[in-house]
């Protein structure tokens, strides 16, 4: 039997074509996501399958379109009916999300990192521009930074991936608001992690990981480069790019994608396809000590495509869409390159500390989000 198809009018302000099926009506009214199989278009409810611009259907798609759906005719429809079909729709929620083989889609954080909502890091659902989602430290004894770091912020406990067994590590990963900071030690020798270690004399700041709104088209201009690639993975839900650090020098730095985009698969299962609640506040601000920092901010700015300012010796790269800042100064003396502070918006304010040899700066937020 086929499914009815809703066909839709002309609001005044956009077309859609008669091609919304009952089944993805459904799901939109649910907030449910469709399996990757499955391919609806419209004018105005759209849904690419190209990896890092999938969009999916929300409610208000369909509440835009109450008064003018009707299955298999032009006709405007009551919206009485349509209440009632609501009505019936969310009291077989449960079965059809299983028959459908949906699953729910996290709701946007509306909280604010600087100045920037999270409206404006994702738009329709999609990543609006390069993010920075996560911070590594390196450092000797990964419980005892971790713990420091969970006495200082209150952040819960965090997430210990046996993945990265592979690359001769442990680690501890913190949610800090939607973004994340991790801790990671070598567990035997001759890792990058130890080696990197023994260039900066100590604990540091160690890599930058970058949610990419398109991972294609980031790794093309990695290719164009000349920039060398040392790891990859590529999941339904996640991508990872670690890029060579003599080719993009201070720090190791990855390019990655995740789908849905709130989501983050690297700090376990509660954000694996999904965005748990999580209170406000996150990283926003790096600064990466370089020997030529010049040289190294326009190397990151490539690989992100974006652009760099100065100012005397320090270079800048603004990414607008996430409201963060990398700032790029002189190496210190006697070190290698690295991360050397990490800037934060928390709930409540929070004094500058330095752990594992990173500067962490605070600002709190308001009760709109933006620092205080």
């Known amino acids: 039997m086929r499914e009815p198809v809703f066909q839709v009018r002309d609001l005044g302000l956009r077309s859609v074509q008669p091609l919304l099926s009952l089944r993805d009506f459904v799901a939109g009214c649910l907030r449910l996501r469709l399996p990757p199989r499955q391919r609806v278009v419209t004018g105005a409810v759209q849904r690419r399958e190209h990896a890092g611009q999938r969009q999916v259907l929300k409610p208000l798609d369909v509440f835009l379109f109450a008064g003018v759906l ?32 949906c699953r729910h889609e996290a709701p946007l954080n509306l909280v604010r990192h600087g100045r920037i909502t999270t409206r404006a890091r994702y738009s329709a659902g999609m990543l609006a521009g390069p993010r920075l989602r996560q911070v590594a430290l390196v450092v000797t004894d990964c419980e005892t930074t971790a713990r420091q770091l969970q006495e200082t912020y209150g952040w819960p406990e965090p997430f210990h991936d046996p993945g990265v067994d592979r690359f001769g590590l442990t680690n501890a990963v913190f949610a800090a608001g939607d973004t994340f900071v991790e801790v990671v030690s070598p567990v035997r020798p001759g890792t990058t992690a130890g080696r990197y270690l023994e260039r900066r004399g100590g604990d540091s700041g160690y890599m930058a990981i970058f949610q990419m709104p398109d991972i294609a088209q980031a790794r093309r201009r990695v290719a164009d480069a ?14 990872g790019t670690h890029l060579h650090p003599k080719d993009v020098p201070g720090a190791i730095v990855s390019l990655d994608w995740a789908d849905p985009p709130q989501s983050w698969r690297w700090a376990g299962p509660q954000w694996t396809g999904r965005a748990p609640s999580h209170p406000a506040g996150g990283v926003y601000g790096l ?30 790269i603004q990414l607008e ?24 918006t928390t709930e409540r304010p929070v004094p500058t500390v330095r752990i594992a040899g990173v500067q962490f700066v605070s600002a709190a937020s308001t009760s709109g989000g933006e620092q205080a």
């Open 70 to 101: 009707v299955p298999g005719s032009n006709q405007v429809c009551r919206r009485s009916l349509l209440a009632g079909a609501l009505l019936v729709v969310l009291l077989a929620q449960v079965i059809l999300a299983s028959r459908l083989g």
């Open 226 to 239: 000349g920039i060398r690639v040392v790891w990859t993975a590529d999941l339904a839900d996640i991508a």
């Open 287 to 316: 600064t990466v000590e370089a020997f030529e920092p010049a040289g190294t901010a326009a190397r990151w700015a490539q690989v992100l495509g974006l652009t760099v300012t100065h100012d005397g010796s320090m270079a800048t």
């Open 321 to 344: 869409n996430a409201g963060q800042q990398l700032r790029f100064v002189p190496a210190t003396s006697g070190h290698g390159e690295g991360i050397t502070e990490v800037r934060l």
